[in-house]
């Protein structure tokens, strides 16, 4: 990842990035960093690179030659018109699905202003995303960008050692995290909760679910509302077993895997609501053996958002055939509440299982 930052103090930058985990991702070589000073290219002879505002009012704006001219020579640099973000209060507000989004990009360039603002005709022509880090006033994007690089740069590969890792984000089922415990077993007459001593791990995880939960209810009700629990649910191969599981690892740290090869489980009757996210795949198998519907007969949902993953002859399926099976089962689906939200050819799950989960989690 290359980070190009845009910027009257590049000393605010350069800083903060080369401390702690971002700085030993600088040295090693898993994040580029360049800061370029607006003030460089100044066409003044003192330098100055702001003006008052056209129509009045208090504050300086930034004007567009000398932010052009920077622009240009980092787009020159790397060759094509870049992902270009101008950190500013009146924007949407950054959340980990878009820092994830972003961390997908080979470079970055941010623009910071400070002052009243920069002239609105150069940010028309370079800026592709305007980006708000919340809803309180700073003195400049400085900070913003500094937010967002070192957000980004936690999905970068290398940026974080397998323990650091952000697998298994606390935003990731948009419930906050469980409570930590280490030693001392009794502090200020306090113990650790029983449980966590016990060694039962499926017992533990229960109880860090409940605790999160709990702990969302409490401090975040607005997260509540909007979490989701993921079932993926596969039928066909073996292959689709291992798919099925790390797709939904990718997406919830407590989904749930269903096997439909299991005559047992096909047998017992599925409900999910709309906070359910229903995950279904299934390769050639399905199509060869259940004749359509058989296999995910048995589930309901009430409004509940589904996205499928079909084999990919199903998925672009030309011959009449394969093409009326789908629209059975959608039809089907459909009927029985569930909101088909897109469905995938099952081949581009395995290349781009990451980009997959992030496509889902745009709903
Ligand atoms: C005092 C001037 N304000 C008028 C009410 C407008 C204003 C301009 C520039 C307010 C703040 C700033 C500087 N802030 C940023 O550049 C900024 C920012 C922020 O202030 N809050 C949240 N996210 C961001 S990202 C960049």
């Not at 009045?56 to 000398?66: F, R, T």
């Not at 939960?213 to 689709?240: N, W």
Request: charged content about 30%; some cysteine; overall charge negative.
């Amino acid at each position: 990842m290359n980070y190009h930052v845009l910027t009257l103090f590049p000393e605010m930058i350069d800083r903060a990035a080369h401390t702690s985990i971002l700085g030993r991702a600088l040295k090693n070589g898993c994040i580029h960093l360049e800061t370029t000073n607006i003030r460089d290219y100044s066409a003044d002879k003192h330098m100055r690179v702001d003006d008052y505002p056209y129509g009045g009012g208090a504050g300086m704006v930034i004007e567009a030659e000398p932010l052009y001219r920077a622009y240009s020579a980092v787009k020159n640099k790397i060759g094509h018109k870049p992902r270009t973000i101008y950190l500013t209060p009146q924007a949407k507000v950054l959340n980990q699905t878009m820092v994830e989004e972003l961390a997908l990009e080979e470079d970055l360039v941010m623009i910071c202003g400070h002052y009243e603002g920069i002239d609105e005709r150069v940010l028309d022509e370079v800026v592709t995303d305007y980006i708000s880090i919340g809803d309180y006033v700073l003195t400049g994007g400085e900070l913003g960008a500094m937010v967002l690089i070192d957000a980004v740069s936690r999905f970068v590969p290398g940026v974080l050692s397998n323990e650091e890792s952000a697998q298994f984000e606390s935003l990731q089922d948009n419930l906050l995290e469980y409570p930590h415990y280490t030693r001392p077993e009794i502090w200020h007459e306090k113990k650790v909760p029983e449980i966590l001593l016990s060694g039962d791990h499926k017992k533990i995880e229960e109880w860090r679910h409940e605790r999160s939960i709990e702990r969302t209810k409490e401090r975040r009700p607005d997260l509540l509302r909007q979490s989701m629990k993921v079932h993926c649910a596969f039928y066909g191969k073996d292959a689709l077993r291992e798919m099925a599981g790390k797709l939904c690892q990718t997406l919830s740290q407590y989904g749930e895997v269903i096997d439909f090869n299991r005559k047992k489980l096909r047998k017992q009757k599925y409900y999910f609501d709309s906070q359910d996210l229903v995950v279904l795949l299934a390769d050639e198998q399905f199509e060869k053996d259940a004749g359509v519907p058989e296999t995910f007969t048995n589930i309901y949902g009430k409004d509940t958002p589904c996205f499928i993953f079909w084999s990919d002859s199903f998925v672009h399926g030309i011959e009449s055939e394969q093409t009326k099976q789908t629209d059975k089962i959608q039809r089907l689906l459909d009927k029985r509440g569930f909101l088909i939200k897109k469905i995938y050819p099952l081949s581009t799950i395995e290349s781009s299982c990451k980009e997959t989960a992030l496509e889902i989690r745009k709903i």
